[in-house]
Each structure stands twice: as C-alpha cells, then as structure tokens.
C-alpha cells in the first residue's frame, strides 16, 4: 500500500469508529455484557437472602463458586418443560389466530387505492398509541362480569341452557389479549408484502381460468409467505415471553414461563434458577427463528 | 404589585424552609397508617415523612436485596424481619429513647423472630382467615368456621367460581397445611406435597388467585367467599356498607387455626435519620396515635393503651381481637431458606399449571 | 363483488376489534361512578382526582423526565448507529442494535437488573430506568436512520466529497440536513417508547421511583377505579400527538415497528 493511500485511509478509518464507537461501546455494555452476566450468573448459587452467593469464602461450608445445580434442578422435573410447551402453544395459537384476523385486513388496505392506503395503515398503528398496560386492562373492563360482553354471552348461553362463565380472569382473556396487542404487528408486514405484489400476475391467472379462491391460494398466497414469516416472528416471540397479561387477566392456572422468571427474581429470591431459565427462554426463541426461517427457505423454493 | 411582590417572598421563605426540614423516610404497606396521624407527627417534629410502599413482604425483601436504600423505617411482618435482622441489615433500639414500649401488650413481645426486641416494635398485626358475603352463606348453608369451606369439593360445588384465594406461595400453603392438621411452618415436602394434591383439587372450584382486588369483588356481590386478610375484609364491609348493599360482609377464624402476621418497626440500618425515627416509633406507641389505624383499616392492635381509643364494634369483632382459645391456634409465619424457596416455588408451579 | 363484500367485513371486524376498547377506556373516564360497568352520568370527577393525586403526579413527572433524557440519548447514539450500519455494514453491530427489539422484553429486563445489581452495584432508579431505556430505544431509531439513508442517492455524497468536504462538513451540510426528519422522527419514537414501557422499567426500577406504567399496573393490580381511565385517556392523547409528529417527519416510522 503506497503511503498516499494510508494516508487517505486514516481519516476514513477514524470517522468510521467515531461514528461507530459511542453506540458500539454502549451497546457492549449495556446488552451484551448483561447477557453474560446472566449466563455466569445461572452457574451460582443463590444467596440465603436473595441476590448470589459470594464466589469465594472464607468458611468452606457456606455455598459458593459455581455449580450447575440450576440446570439439575431444571430438568429434575417435567412441569418446567411442560411450562414452556404451554408457553409455545399459547404463542402459537396467538399467532395463528393474529394471522387469520390480519391477513383480510392487509389484503384490502394493499387493494385499496393509494391515496386511502396510508390512512388505513395509520388506523392500524394508532392503537399502538395507547400504551400496552392500558390495551390489557381495557379487556379487563371488557370481559368484567358487569360489561355488556359478559351479559351477551352468558344471555346466549343461558338461551342454549349453559351455566353462565366467567370470561374476565381466565385463559380465554389472556389469548384475546395476547391477540389484541399484538395484531398490528401481524397486519404491517403482511400488507408491506402484500403491497408489492403485482397485480398482472392475478390477471394473467384469471385468463387461464383460475377462479377466485385459487387466484388466492396459488398465487397470493404462496407470494405473502415472506410477510406471513415475519409477522410471526413479530407476534410470536413476544408472547413468548409474555408475564404481564396472564398476570393481570389470568385465572388459577394462566402462568407462562414469563410470570416464572418474575417470580423467581421479585418473589422467590432465586437470581440463578431466574438466570437459568431466561436463558432457556433464549434458546427457545433462537429455537423457532430457527425454524420460521427454515420454512421460509424450503416454502419459498416451491413458490 | 406591593402585595404580590410579599405574597411570592412569603412563598420562597416557605419553601426554602421545606427544604431544610428533616425527612423521615418511611417503606410501609400500602395504606397501612392514617393520614392525620403522619400529618399530626410532621407538625410535631416539624420534620415531612416521606413514604414508599410495598404489597407483599417478599417484593419488599426482593427490593432490599437490590439495593433499595435510603428508609430510617420499614414495617415488615415477622419472617421478613428475621431474614433483616440475619441479614445484619437493621439497627439496634435505643430503648431509653422508647418510654412507650411498656404500652405493647407482653403477649406481642419477646417473639422467636427477635428475642428480646433488640431491634423491633410491634406496630399492628392481621391475620388470614375467611371472609364471606354473610346472606349468600348462610342461605347456602355453607359452615364459615372452618378451611373446609375453601379445601372440600362438597362444599365448594355450592359456590363455584365465587371464591378467590390469596395469590401468595405461603399464605395459600398455610391455609392448606393448617387444614391438614399440620403446622403452618412445616417443611416436609411430604406435607407440602400433600397440601399441593389439596390445593389442586380445590382450584377448579375457584374463580382466581387475588393478591387484593378481592375487596371490591366482595363489595360488589361477584365474590362470596374468600381466603384473604382480616382487614381488607374489614374495608369491603365498610364499603359494602357506604355503597348500601343489601348484604353484609363478614370475617372468622377457622378453628384449624391460622396465620397472624405481626408486622413491627424497624430501623433499617443505612437510614440518615436514626434519631427522627425513634422519635416516629414513640409517636405511634402512644395509645390514640395507634388506635388510629384500627379504626381506619381494621387491622389487629398490640397497643394495651389503644384499646380505650378503639371503637367498640372494632374491639369486640373477634376476627380482629380473636379469644384466648381461637388465639392458642394462631401461628406466625418462619422464614424459609434459599432450598426451600426454590422446592415451594417448584409446588407452586405444579399448583398453577395442573 | 361477493369476495369483495368478505374482504370488506372482515376487515371492518378488525377495526372494531381495535378501536372499541379503547373507545371504553375514554367513555368510563367520564362515568360518574366507582365501576367500570353500568353508565351513569357525565362527570369531570375523575380527572380531578387525577389531578390531586400526588404520587400519580410525581410518576407523571418521571415518566417525562426519563424520557426526555433516554430519548435524547437515544437519537444520537441511534442516528450514529443507523449510519455505522448503513456505512459500514458492521455485521456486529447491525446485531447489537436489531436484536433488544427483537427478543422477548423480560429477557432485558432481568439481564440489566442482575447487571445493575452484581456489576455496577448501583442503587436502582432514575439513573437505571434511563439506561435501560436507551438500551432498547437505540434499535428502533437506528432503524428509522437506516431506512431514511437508503433511501437517498450515495452520488450526492461523492459529490461533496469531490467538492473538497471533509467527513465532518459532508455530515454537516449534506447528510445530517438529508436524515433530519428520519432522526426527529426517531427521538419521538423513542419518547413514545419510554413513556409506555412497562416491562423492562418494572425489573430495573427501584423503590421510590415510579413511572407512570407502574402506577398505572399497581393500580390496576390493586383497585382498580377510573382514575386509571382518565389517566389513560391522558397518556393516550400524548402518546397519539407523539406518534402523528413522527409520521408527519418521517412516514418511514409507518414500518419503522416492523
């Protein structure tokens, strides 16, 4: 490299990492040392009061140093497996009923002509406005004993001779709220997808006599599946790891493997067996990225 | 002109004294002392009391353990204090500046969580029984003097998906464990499993574990039956009452037995203000200040000289000043070690989940 | 025609499903009575209350303040972000930044609260909520950053380059004038984020210090009266003027959730 060159290259190289630096450095800091604090952390020992047990000690017969105790304990019984596997199906069917709920709506705002398109988007984020505990809680009022909602349904069941149900602390609270916040994020990246489509395809469908459903199906359809993966990414990993919701509109038996964690650090004092899962929360999801983006790969070969 | 100028040097003077006066930091239960009373002690001291609040002992310990700092008193009920006080995180009494201590009622003093008051006062007490709306239950014919009302199916069917339980890992074990005939500070995990098997049976009966929204479900007649604390009980009669409900709300102690929870002043060690929250402690020994807060909420009083300021239906309601023979079964709740937490919050799970 | 007629129900559906609980929160705050059930009157009462009560208050001022400052931290530390990953395409970067707004909240949440505690040993509060806040709102306005930047022709930089700028003048006169509205649009965005984050401000607040979420959460745990209502009524109105300013800067911020 000739000296003028180097020369040229410093000054780039020095705004690259002024740019860089600062956000870089933060981030280091505060996102990823934290995730390493945390896996060292699920190899400890809980302290007696909470927090960790020290490393070292004086005293050879207090706990310290490091142990993998937390992951025996893990998987010593079923109910922690069994809490996720309860977790995954209450995200997935989230994320299939959001997908149901949305895919209509973000087929008529990309049909929709273009001056009327951003208004309708626009409808879709407000909600989005209002913050996330206030969505919660008004399905608390929704669903409350008193509400009209209530009285509509238990008035239908009471017609059919059902005894009336409670709809407010129950598991079906929790899956329409876990809809309800999240199916925006379901709608937008569909209908970004869905935007783009072109419409000659659909005609040139329509002249070798395709009828409407299978102009959906084999074309639309196959076309949306990027949009769909991403949507389901969108809606299915924060479920996942969801404690708020079953906590305010849950009955006796909506815990997720959220409300554990929680529990484990505001309520048990257990930091290393709180560490422990949140780490097996992480594979859980790096689990189904995996496999959202399989299937996005495989699918996308045969559209 | 003239007069606005003398009213705002009026208003900086003041507010420049705001900021010299002495502030008492209090991390209390929510609601638990009357506002007249802090307001009657900051014109005392001349000092302001600042006050945060916590809803559960364990969330109070939690935020201790994370470095929550800065409170001359923390009010926590007898397990959580003995965990401070093993913790070397609370501050010894200086009893000569307590002139009071001799109105607390010897049968409060000298507890196992710490011999000898070294380091608390006791200041009001509830216990955890079973509240119910009085007219459902008895045209139900439900018994409301025992757990079995909240445990057996026989009687739950009567009122399904009317009842709450206390959403607490050890308040809702105890219950279990006092209606199996054990100690409520029993450890085995045979008993524990025992109680879970119990607990479980019972759930599909109930309409949800409630830390304390339970009050207004009771208020309002969607609750009839549930297992909380004496004085939120106390307050959903008083509301029911203030609303005009055609019902009333009523409290008892189970014959099995059950949990007081003794909730004392302490002084945390790091507080700025060791002397002001003497002071404060003195303050609320004194037999009106005390009985204050019983008349306000209902809580349970220690106080000898309190009672004489305690309103008469107050003082002869015995789920709130229980006789000597309901008082023989009542247990204090013990602290649990780190193995132990983590196997009850392992039950606990398997209680939620099945 | 009849396709058309399902699109069209369907879709009404979901717009009913989204907007009418909110639209219930807004009634019941002006409901003259202490439930959330049957309509009784029309009154102000509850904004009143609101505004007498002092601990909502002081959260309200938290809340405000936390995220005035995470925000304005945020935008800087996000725009230089959203032009690193531009740039530069540092892949390690690129995942630092996306990968907070992707994961589950509590994961943040409970790694910074064992950091704050074990490393830094620092009592939990103002100073702890605020970097968390920064941590999570960096992403989204590097996003917006990224999205404004590809959308602009790279000639224009050579073409200052070639007039003899340096990297600092090319930034000051052309970039930064170009990426204004992508970064204002971003501070709001993560203003909007701060205020309503509840999550990871629940694990890394401490004592003393609550935000307008957690009073809003504590209230609703505990008892439950319309005040909420009103203060969500509130919150809703800024969080919405917040959100509309952004659009206007940028309508990049339309997909800058997704």
Known sequence: ???????????????????????????????????????????????????????????????????????????????????????????????????????????????????????MVLLVILPFA??????????????????????????????LGIAPVHLLFSPFAVLIAMVYVHLPFMVLPLYTNLEKHDPNLLDAAQDCGANAWHRFWRVTFPLSLPGIFSGSTLVFIPVLGMFAIPDILGGTGDMLVGNLIKEQFLV???????????????????????????????????? | MNHNLRALLLLLLLSG????????????????ISAETVARFEQQCACRVE???????????????????????????????????????????????????KNINPAYL?????????????????????????????????????????????????????I??????????????????????DTIEAHWKQARDLIIRAKPYWAAFNASSYIKELTVGNIWLVHGYSNDIFQANLDAKKAGRKFTIAASVPKEGAVLSLDSMVLHKNGPQPGLALQFIDFMLDGKNSAELTNLIGSGNPNLDAMRYIKPEIAQDPAIFPDPQHRAHLEMLRDLDRNQRRILSRIWTEIKLR | MRRGFWLWAAS??????????????????????????????????????????NDMLAAMGNSLFIALVSSLAATVLGTMAGIAMHRYKMKALTFMVLTPVAMPEILLGVSLLLFFIQVLNLTLGLVSIILAHITFSIGFVAVIVRARLAGIDESIFEAARDLGASPWETFRYVTFPLILPGVVAGGLMAFTLSIDDFVITFFTAGVGVATLPLRVYSMIKIAVTPEVNAVSTLLMLLTLTMIVLASKFSPDVLRGKT
């Open chain 2, 164 to 185: 709450t339980v206390l959403d607490s890992q050890r308040e809702l074990m105890a219950a279990a464990l006092k209606y199996l005939g054990y100690s409520a500070n």
């Open chain 2, 17 to 32: 004294n705001a900021l010299a006066e002495d502030v008492l930091h209090l991390y209390n239960w929510n609601n638990y």
């Open chain 1, 268 to 303: 048990t004092r257990d930091w290393p067996f709180g560490s422990t899962l949140s780490i097996m929360l992480t594979l859980a999801v790096l689990l189904f990225v995996w496999i959202a983006a399989k299937l996005g790969t495989t699918r996308g070969r045969y559209a």
């Open chain 2, 51 to 101: 006050q945060d609040y916590y809803s559960d002992n364990e969330e109070m310990l939690a935020k201790l353990a994370a470095g929550a700092s800065g409170y001359d008193i923390i009010v926590p009920t007898g397990n959580a204090m003995e965990s401070l006080i093993r913790q070397n995180a609370l501050r010894p009494l200086d009893k000569s500046r307590l002139p009071r201590l």
């Open chain 3, 12 to 53: 009404l559906g979901a717009y009913t499903f989204l907007y009418v609980p909110l639209f219930i929160v807004i009634i019941y705050s002006f409901n003259d009575s202490r439930l959330n059930a049957e309509w009784v009157g029309f009154t102000w009462h509850w904004y009143d209350v609101l505004l007498h009560d």
């Open chain 1, 130 to 159: 209002s913050s996330f505990l206030i969505r919660v809680y008004a399905w608390m009022i929704l669903l409350g004993p008193q509400a009209a909602l209530s009285q509509l349904a238990n008035g239908l069941l009471g017609v």
């Open chain 1, 1 to 119: 490299m000739s000296s003028r060159a180097r020369k040229l290259l410093a000054p780039a190289r020095l705004t690259k990492w002024a740019v860089s630096g600062p956000p870089f450095v933060f981030l280091l800091l505060f996102f990823v040392l934290p995730g390493v604090i945390m896996v060292i952390a699920s190899f400890r020992y809980p302290g007696e009061f909470g927090g960790l047990a020290p490393l070292a000690a004086a005293d050879p017969n207090t706990l310290h140093g490091f142990t993998l105790e937390t992951y025996r304990f893990f998987f010593s019984d079923l109910i922690y497996t069994e809490i996720f596997i309860k977790s995954f199906l209450v995200a997935l069917a989230t994320t299939l009923i959001c997908l149901v709920m949305a895919y209509p709506l973000a087929l008529l705002i990309a049909r929709s002509p273009k001056k009327r398109r951003d208004l």
């Open chain 2, 110 to 162: 000298d507890t196992a969580f710490d011999p000898g008051n070294k380091y608390s006062v006791p200041y009001a007490y509830t216990l955890t029984l079973i509240g119910y709306n009085a007219e459902k239950m008895r045209e139900l014919g439900l018994p409301t003097d025992t757990w079995a009302v909240i445990f057996e199916p026989k009687y739950l069917e009567k009122v399904k998906g009317r």
